[in-house]
């Protein structure tokens, strides 16, 4: 199995100029939308702020990790953005975040087994410093793809 | 110093995983050997066997939910924290560890 599989350069976007926690999720949400993963942005947006309010989901070192169940997701995926600026989000070390990766994840995940492990694959690279540098500094989306190639 | 581990957040699809990672590096780093197990939305992986955890000088718990099995560590020193603490500092939690041991010594 490789992480590559769960990701989607259409999926991804570079130079984001989100000035704002709500508007970087919209727009990645939109790219969910766009591409299939995702059946109703509003209603998926209640359910990822519904985990935004237990936690932070900001891990530090500049990456955010909003995440949550949804009944409006039809495929297991993410989407990933890297925005020109730092953007106020609670976090662990109180910094702001530039590299956000929304999960879109299902509740009902039977017969899903490969891609919520691809999904796992992909979470532990999100623990290794080399390869949240790689992706802090891409410009392009071939960028995030080989960030986490490694 | 023996590590293993369980890591398991609330929703189990991020932080499990990345808190287990952290920990894995920052004991390496250390000269430690760890093995990490993780309790996510897709069911338990890298399961502990019991000759680990017999083996095991400390018990690391980076968990935000009631974990399954956890009398497996009965009579273990066993540090607990919330995943964020893993997340956040993985090298301090091992530092504490080390400390934990030695105290015990």
């Known amino acids: 199995m490789e992480i590559n599989e769960i990701l989607n350069e259409r999926t991804m976007k570079t130079n984001m100029n989100a000035g704002t926690k709500d508007e970087a999720l919209h727009e990645l949400a939109g790219l969910l939308l766009e591409n299939d993963y995702i059946t109703d942005i509003d209603r998926f947006m209640k359910d990822i702020y519904a985990r935004e309010e237990i936690g932070q989901t900001g891990i530090g070192n500049y990456i955010a990790i909003p995440h949550g169940k ?81 | 110093m023996k590590i293993v581990g369980v890591a398991a957040c609330t929703v189990g699809i991020a932080h499990t995983y990345i808190a287990q990672e ?28 019991a000759e680990q955890i017999a083996e095991a000088d400390i018990v690391i718990l980076a968990t935000d939910v009631k ?20 997340v956040k500092s993985p090298n301090k939690l091992v530092k504490k560890a080390e400390e934990v041991l030695a105290q015990k010594q």
Do not use: Y
């Open chain 1, 70 to 150: 949804s009944d409006f997701v039809k495929e297991i995926g993410v989407a990933i953005g890297i925005n020109q600026s730092e953007i106020p989000w609670e976090t662990l070390d109180d910094h702001g975040v530039k590299g956000i990766i929304l999960f879109a994840v299902g509740n009902d995940n039977d017969g899903a087994d490969n891609h919520l492990k691809l999904l796992s694959m992909f979470a532990r690279k999100l623990g290794n410093d080399d390869v949240v540098e790689k992706l802090l500094h891409s410009e392009r989306t071939e960028d995030v793809k080989e960030a986490f190639a490694g």
């Open chain 2, 22 to 49: 952290k920990l894995e590096g920052a004991a390496k780093k250390a000269g430690h050997e760890i093995s990490m197990e993780t309790q996510g939305t897709i069911g338990t992986e890298n399961e502990l066997s």
């Open chain 2, 67 to 86: 974990l399954n099995n956890r009398e497996r560590f009965d009579g273990k020193r066993i540090i607990e924290v919330a995943t964020d603490i893993a």
